[in-house]
C-alpha cells in the first residue's frame, strides 16, 4: 500500500471515505417511484407487494401464542446460525412431495427473506469483476445484491418460453462465468417462465462447466394454469443452488426464506450468515413452522391463487381491448406480474410522465436493466388491485399511450 | 482480465470458486467449544447469551397479541427499510433521557441484530486492504463481520481503564485508519469499559482525522455499579457511529438493534440494508415496539443486573478465594464477561484441556486477537449460571490451573 494523502475535507470525514461498491449499487428507482403512487386517486399498478388481504392474520396470531404458550424463554434465546430444525424438515418435505427432490435437511440454510441468500451467495462466490450471468430484463433485488461485490454482470435475454441459449452458449464459451441467476417462474419483472425444453436447454449447456446455476423460486407457488416444470436441482444436481421463500405465499415481514446447497458451499454459507446477522429472527421462524404444522399451507394458496388468477386475466382481457396494436405483454402461468413492450424506439419514462398525468402508474423497465437504460419495455403488478380497479387503469394507460403517439 | 485457463475440477465446480473474502474469514472456535459444552456434567463459563430467565415471556406474548388484535394484516407486509418508526423514537427518545444526545430519528436505523450494523458499515466503508482499528482483546464477531471485507486489522490493546492512547497515536499517525471500532462499555471479550478520561483521550487523537468512530454498545445498560461515562457521540458528534442492540436487555432470538449515523452515511447504510435483506422483520419490530409501550424496560433491566451483579461479584470471590496468586482478572462493572490473565508464557489453550478434564469450561483467547495466536488469556462469562455453580467452576478451574503448574 502506498501512503495516503491527508483528507481533503476533515470535518465531513465520511463524504470521500465510502467503498468503491457502496457506490457501485443502483438505488432502488421503485422507492422513488413508489413515493409518487401515494396519492390515492393514483391506480398503481407499481408495487411488488403481495395482497394483504391473503395474510393469515388469524392463524399466525394463533401460531404466535401457542409457540410462546409451549416454547417459553427457549423462542426467545439465541440459537443456530443454520435455523431451526422442524422448519427445515417442512422444506425438504415439500421439496419431495411437490418437486420429486431429496434435499438433505443439513443442505438447508433459513435466510432473513431470499434477499439475504442473494447478499449470502455475494459473499461468498463473488471476487471483484468475476464474470455473472443474469437475466435481462432481471431480478432488481439481485442486480442490487450482487453489485455490493463488483462482478462484471453479462444480462442474457430472456422472452416467452425462457433464456436466449444462444446467447448463454457465447457468454459461457467466451467468459467461463462463475454464477448463472435464473428467475425460472414468472420471473420478477417479466411473468416469463422457462419451458421444460429450455431449461434442458440451459442445462445442457452448464453441464461440465464449473458455473453454478442460482434458481430463484419466489413464485413457483402461485401458479394460476399450466403445469410444474421441472427444477433445475433434477437437471444439474451438482451446479445447483436453490433460493425460496414464504414472502409470497405466507407473509412478507417475517423475512423467512431458504437456500439449499451442497454441504460443500454450506460450509461457507453459514460463516458468511455468521458473519452477517448470526442467525434469522428464531421466534419468527418458530411462529411459522407452528402456523404451517397446524394450516393446509396448499388450500391457502390456492385461495390466494384463485384471486391473482382472476386478476391477470382482468389485465390481460383489459389490454386486449384498450392497447394499441403495437404493444405486446406477456401473459404469465402465475406470480404478480406482467411485461409489456412498446413499439421499438418508444420511451417508457416517457409513457410513465403522461401516465401519472392520467392517474396511472407502473414500473418502466429501466431498473431492470443493468445498464439501466431507457427501453420501451414496463412492468405491470396485478396482485393488488381488484379486477374493476385492473381495467381502469388500463384503460387510463391505453389512453396515455394513445395520446403519446403509440400505435 | 487475462482470460482463464479451463477450471481443474469439473465436478465439484464450487471447490474451486469460493471468494476470496470467504476463505480470509475465521471459523467461529466458540461455536467448536460449545459443542464440547453440550455434556451437562460440565460446568460452562464458555456461552455468550444472556441468561433466560429473565426473558419477558408473557409480556412479549400479551405484546405479540395486541399488536395482531389491533394492526392485523399491516404487521405482516413489506415494509421501509430504515425500520418501524415508532421503534426508532422509543430510540431517539432513550438516548436523550439516559445520555443527554440528541438524535434526529432520521439517523437511525433498524437492523437485523446488531451484527448486522458490522456487515453494514462493512458494505459501505471497507475496501480491501482498508486500515481499520480494531481493539485487541476484540469482539469476535466484528473481526467476523469486516474480515469480509478484507481490511488490514490494526489491533490496539485495550487494558483496565480503556485503549492504550499511545499506540492509538501512533496507528492514526502511520496509517491513518477509516475505521476505529469499539466497545467501550463492559467489554466483550474483556469487561473492561473506558473511563471519562480515556475517551476524552481517544477523542482527542481522532478529532480532526478523517477517522470514523464505531461505538458499539450492546452491553451499556447492564451496569451493576459504577456511573455511566460519556458517549463518543458527545466528543466526536461528526466522527462517531452508534451500534446499539436489544438482544441483552430484552432478548436476543428477535434480532433487533440499530445503528446512529449521520444523513450522508445513512443515504449508503440505507441502500446496504436494502441489497442485505430488504428490512428487518417488520412483525418482531412491532412487538418489540409494543413491549416497549407497555413495560417499564428500566424495571426490567433492574431486574437483570441484580442477579448477573450478583453473579459477578460470586464469581470475583471465588477468583480470589482459589485462583492462583499469579492469575489476574478484570471486574467489570458490567455485562456478562471477565478476563482472566495467566501468567506469562502459560497457553490458555493448554488449560482448556486441562480444564474440560476437571468438568468446566471457558473460551480461551486465541480468537479474540487479529492473528489468533494462543495467548494466556481466557474469557468467562458469569450471567449464565447461579452463583453456587460459579463456585463450584471456578474451584474446578483452580485446580485445573494448580495441576498445570500455575503459580
Not at 467468459?175 to 429450455?198: A, H
Not at 405465499?249 to 455468521?274: C, E, S, Y
Not at 397446524?294 to 383489459?318: P, V
Amino acid at each position: 500500500m502506498t501512503d495516503r494523502p491527508a483528507h481533503p475535507n476533515r470535518d465531513t470525514p465520511m463524504e470521500n471515505a465510502f467503498s468503491d461498491r457502496i457506490t457501485d449499487v443502483p438505488k432502488s428507482f421503485i422507492r422513488e417511484i413508489l413515493k409518487v403512487t401515494i396519492d390515492s386517486s393514483i391506480i398503481s399498478f407499481a408495487g411488488g407487494l403481495p395482497n394483504r388481504l391473503f395474510f393469515p392474520v388469524k392463524a399466525l396470531q394463533k401460531a404466535a401464542n401457542d409457540v410462546f404458550e409451549e416454547a417459553g424463554a427457549e423462542i426467545l434465546q439465541y440459537t443456530n446460525s443454520e435455523g431451526y430444525l422442524g422448519l427445515r424438515q417442512f422444506i425438504a418435505e415439500r421439496y419431495r412431495q411437490q418437486e420429486g427432490l431429496e434435499i438433505p435437511v443439513d443442505d438447508i440454510l433459513i435466510t432473513t427473506g431470499s434477499q439475504q441468500g442473494l447478499d449470502l451467495l455475494g459473499k461468498t462466490f463473488i471476487n471483484e469483476g468475476d464474470d455473472l450471468v443474469i437475466e435481462e430484463p432481471g431480478y432488481l433485488g439481485a442486480i442490487q445484491a450482487f453489485s455490493l461485490y463488483r462482478p462484471r454482470f453479462h444480462p442474457v435475454a430472456v422472452r416467452e418460453g425462457g433464456m436466449d441459449t444462444t446467447a448463454l452458449a457465447r457468454v459461457l464459451r467466451e467468459r467461463q462465468p462463475k454464477l448463472l441467476y435464473t428467475v425460472t417462474n414468472f420471473q420478477n419483472p417479466s411473468g416469463i417462465s422457462y419451458t421444460d425444453e429450455n431449461r434442458g436447454a440451459v442445462a445442457h449447456l452448464i453441464r461440465g462447466t464449473s458455473c453454478l446455476l442460482i434458481q430463484d423460486d419466489p413464485y413457483g407457488d402461485l401458479r394460476f394454469s399450466g403445469t410444474r416444470k421441472i427444477s433445475f436441482k433434477h437437471l444439474l444436481p451438482k451446479n445447483t443452488v436453490l433460493l425460496g421463500s414464504f414472502s409470497k405465499t405466507v407473509a412478507p415481514a417475517l423475512r423467512l426464506g431458504w437456500l439449499v446447497a451442497p454441504p460443500l458451499i454450506m460450509d461457507k454459507l453459514v460463516i458468511a450468515k455468521q458473519a452477517s446477522d448470526l442467525h434469522t429472527d428464531y421466534l419468527a421462524q418458530r411462529i411459522l413452522h407452528r402456523y404451517l404444522a397446524d394450516n393446509d399451507l396448499d388450500a391457502h394458496i390456492a385461495t390466494i391463487i384463485r384471486q391473482y388468477g382472476k386478476q391477470k386475466e382482468a389485465m390481460c382481457a383489459a389490454i386486449r381491448e384498450y392497447f394499441p396494436a403495437g404493444v405486446q405483454a406477456t401473459n404469465p402461468e402465475g406470480g404478480m406480474f406482467l411485461w409489456v413492450t412498446l413499439p421499438a424506439g418508444m420511451s417508457s419514462m416517457a409513457l410513465f410522465e403522461a401516465a401519472i398525468k392520467k392517474k396511472v402508474a407502473f414500473v418502466p423497465g429501466t431498473p431492470f436493466y443493468v445498464d439501466r437504460k431507457d427501453s420501451n419495455t414496463l412492468r405491470l403488478n396485478f396482485s393488488c388491485s381488484d379486477e374493476a380497479t385492473i381495467v381502469e387503469g388500463i384503460r387510463r394507460l391505453a389512453e396515455a399511450m394513445n395520446e403519446g403517439g403509440v400505435r
